[in-house]
């Protein structure tokens, strides 16, 4: 433990400097001090963005209005979250009360990257059976987050998960150490699918159609601390699949396929995910229900949860260049220029989301408010 926290306080020390030298409003300056420090930021117009005149902007401006339910949003745009109750022309609200900034990549990549995920569905009963007997599990009991910046605040963002081990606070236990007589955790229900239960947390939330005919709703609550791993490059290094073969699609028939190392394959990703019942669909982080092709999920430590962004990409096949809100986060996605698209529910979707992989623009809008100018 003590390993991991010598690292923990040494990565914010690779990121000193001001990754973003345009000037910035009161208002801007802000939030990106406060939730967005180390973002590469370049400010632009919305003229510079790619079919900004195409935007249905009456569906964004909607969006926006949703998301002021919470109240992440309420902080990063203030009284922007009343007055878009009061707006005529939605695409004139957004060229008058923000501004687009530009994001580019963090680190040594050039350019950013799109995926996509869906709410997938799982059979499933709330009593263990032969056919039900993998168990989809609430937080336990026994585990503990401490937030590393109430101690350190340079820290921001990053949180420590274990447990009790007499006084020590040690690493909770990963996907392959999980013992289901001992771990202290209720359980929601149990499905008949391991495999299937292993896409629902990298998804992060789903449905669960039950043996008695109802459908509950399970969300995101929490996690077990350990670093996500894909199992996808895992299956590339032994040589199952090649790199373009990787996709949600291929490596689910391999492990159908290959039956006796599924167990293998699986735990080489340490990462657990917790769920909760819901009682809405496809809730994110924000516990809004997401909206297909308007919600996102990013890496929290470049993009605040409840920002409002312009993405331009392409997606089976077509191009996409809309207005969408940061709703939700996931452990695969990391970096400034990186996003997951929320694509819906079912087949479709998740043949869709299953594919994606394409090069992404992206653009943070920030408030002017307290701006003398305008570009538009």
Same mark, same amino acid.
């Given at each position: 433990m003590n390993k991991i926290i010598f690292l923990l306080l040494t990565i914010p020390f690779f990121f000193i400097g001001c990754a973003h030298k345009e000037p910035l409003s009161k208002a801007q300056k802000k939030i990106v001090e406060k939730y967005m420090p180390d973002t590469p930021l370049k400010a632009s117009t919305f003229k510079k963005l790619p079919a900004w005149n195409n935007e249905e902007h009456g569906k964004a401006l909607e969006n926006f209005i949703n998301s002021c339910k919470s109240k992440k949003t309420q902080d990063l745009y203030s009284g922007l979250c009343q007055k878009a109750n009061e707006v005529n022309d939605p695409k004139l609200f957004f060229e008058k009360e923000f501004r687009p900034f530009t994001i580019t990549a963090n680190g040594e990549k050039k350019e950013g990257l799109l995926t996509g995920y869906y709410e997938p569905q799982l059979h499933g009963s709330r009593e263990k059976t032969q056919r039900f007997k993998y168990p989809v599990y609430a937080t336990p009991e026994d585990l503990i987050i401490v937030d590393l910046d109430e101690v350190y605040p340079e820290l921001k963002h990053l949180r420590l998960r274990g447990k009790l081990l007499g006084n020590r606070l040690v690493p909770y236990d990963t996907r392959e150490d999980i013992d289901e007589n001992t771990i202290a955790a209720e359980v929601i229900c149990y499905v008949d699918s391991k495999i299937d239960l292993f896409f629902l947390e990298v998804q992060g939330s789903g449905r669960v159609l039950l043996d008695d005919g109802t459908t509950i709703f399970v969300a995101y609550h929490n996690q077990n601390g350990h670093k996500y791993t894909s199992i996808g490059k895992y299956l590339i290094k032994i040589g199952a699949l090649t790199l373009e073969e990787v996709s949600l699609q291929s490596i689910k028939k391999w492990l159908l396929e290959n039956? $006796?190392? /599924? *167990?293998? /394959?699986? @735990?080489?990703? *340490? $990462?657990? /995910?917790?769920?909760?019942? *819901? *009682? @809405?669909?496809? $809730?994110? $982080?924000?516990g809004l229900c997401l909206n297909p092709k308007r919600s996102i999920a990013v890496d929290r430590k470049y993009i605040p949860l409840g920002a409002m962004l312009y993405l331009d990409s392409k997606v089976d096949g077509d191009a996409i260049s809309q207005i969408v809100l940061a709703q939700d986060t996931g452990g695969a996605i990391k970096g400034s220029l990186r996003a997951d698209l929320f694509l819906g529910h079912g087949k479709e979707a998740m043949n869709i989301a299953g594919k994606l992989k394409s090069p992404l623009k992206m653009w943070v809008l920030l408030p002017r408010q307290d701006e003398s100018d305008s570009d538009e």
């Open positions: 039956p $006796s190392r /599924v *167990d293998e /394959v699986l @735990n080489q990703n *340490d $990462s657990v /995910v917790y769920f909760k019942e *819901d *009682d @809405n669909p496809a $809730s994110g $982080s924000l």
